[in-house]
T-cell receptor, first 113, second 114 residues
Framework: DQQVKQNSPSLSVQEGRISILNCDYTNSMFDYFLWYKKYPAEGPTFLIS?????DKNEDGRFTVFLNKSAKHLSLHIVPSQPGDSAVYFC????????????FGTGTRLTVIP | DAGVIQSPRHEVTEMGQEVTLRCKPISGHNSLFWYRQTMMRGLELLIY????????DSGMPEDRFSAKMPNASFSTLKIQPSEPRDSAVYFC????????????FGNGTRLTVT
């Protein structure tokens, strides 16, 4: 059973617009959430994280929002750039900062120039 | 910093054969993780080590899978015998510590079992 779900396999966005990637989780013990970005033929790279004590974390063009009551988080990219085209994985763990992560299936983002 | 190094990049083998995937973590990192990526299940954690000791192998799908970390700079994931459903991309990742530092992934090994 998939504890972290990304229900949109793909997303296309025009350059300069906002990209919103969504993630849902089922395990109420999860308290640390991350987003990883993956280019073809490469391993995932860490993008941004959020602890359950926060509802928002921002890093440049990337913002992650957490809604604990809905067990939902989202990644906003503003403005989107062609170089952002990649697969984005949502991940979670049950111990803050722990690296034994549960990943979603990924969302492929395409930013159209 | 050379990053996490995995070998081979691609492996094609026949059903029933033994497969060994290799990983060299980043020097100084004391935690190592093996993940498997499939379209249906995304990235699944198979096993992880801390200071060369296996901490949790509950993600290993079957007894056909085994992993070792004989020293701080080397780990292997072995599948014996391999089956077509083992076809996937296998990633190794390391981190400075089990907590509080991000995972650094290798570029993966694409395994095809025919």
């Amino acid at each position: 059973d998939q504890q972290v779900k990304q229900n949109s396999p793909s997303l296309s966005v025009q350059e300069g617009r906002i990209s919103i990637l969504n993630c849902d989780y089922t395990n109420s013990m999860f308290d640390y959430f991350l987003w990883y970005k993956k280019y073809p033929a490469e391993g995932p790279t860490f993008l941004i994280s959020i602890s359950s004590i926060k509802d928002k974390n921002e890093d440049g063009r990337f913002t992650v929002f957490l809604n604990k009551s809905a067990k939902h988080l989202s990644l906003h990219i503003v403005p989107s750039q062609p170089g952002d085209s990649a697969v984005y994985f949502c991940a979670a763990s049950a111990l803050t900062g722990a690296n034994n992560l549960f990943f979603g299936t990924g969302t492929r983002l395409t930013v159209i120039p | 910093d050379a990053g996490v190094i995995q070998s081979p990049r691609h492996e094609v083998t026949e059903m029933g054969q033994e497969v060994t995937l290799r990983c060299k973590p980043i020097s100084g990192h004391n935690s190592l993780f093996w993940y498997r990526q499939t379209m249906m299940r995304g990235l699944e954690l198979l096993i992880y080590f801390n200071n060369n000791v296996p901490i949790d192998d509950s993600g290993m799908p079957e007894d056909r899978f085994s992993a070792k970390m004989p020293n701080a700079s080397f780990s292997t994931l072995k599948i014996q015998p391999s089956e077509p459903r083992d076809s996937a991309v296998y990633f190794c990742a390391s981190s400075l510590a089990l907590y509080g530092s991000p995972l650094h992934f290798g570029n993966g090994t694409r395994l095809t079992v025919t």
